[in-house]
């Protein structure tokens, strides 16, 4: 996964979310299955897009680069990363596309022998990218959900990031509801919804094309 599939990720999920009610009352409901709002879950994502950028910074692999980490109410998402209300949607977007471009450039300017901590085992620029990607298409689930918007992302972007992250998935069936279901969000014939789930970054010979 590359650089440019972030992108394009990305660039789907604000293009999607550009079209939700402007009405910040609309942003208040709970982003799908989630206990946060859709507020909470765009700066959610933001903060993953922007942490994973921060751990391709360091040249160690010795844990979380030590941002302070925060919830803003009992319950909702702990973030380094928080959009002034004051900015409304428009603010919130800007964040989100902000963080995405941070982790994007990083993608594209890290060796690719380059390794970052992640709580599920060293990765390298291509797997934090394919990470961010699985975290933007997900949770703008998510928010499709919770917003009323379509959301149907592409095929092959979904397959990719099935096979880098997700060795452990069945064969055969469509991209998106298998990513879904790797996700712990839905159910595919013959296996019933994930009350748990992981990926797996760690670099693995072959698994993509050079950044």
Known sequence: MTADDLDHAVGLTLAALRQAPADSQAWEANAGSLEW???ETVEHLSDDLFSYAAQLGPRSVGGLVPFVWESRRPGG??????ADREAGIGG?????EASGALLIAMVRTTPPDVRAYHVFGASDAEGFAAMGIVET???MHDLAQGL???WN???????RALARLFPDVPHGTAPWPTLLWATGRGELPGHPRRPEW???GEPREGAGPPL
């Open 77 to 82: 998402p702990f973030n380094a990363i928080h």
């Open 37 to 39: 709002t859709c507020w």
């Open 148 to 150: 009323g918007l379509a």
């Open 198 to 200: 992981r990926w797996y």
């Open 137 to 139: 298409l997900v949770h």
């Open 153 to 159: 992302p592409p095929a092959d972007l979904c397959a």
């Open 92 to 96: 919130l977007l800007q964040v989100l």
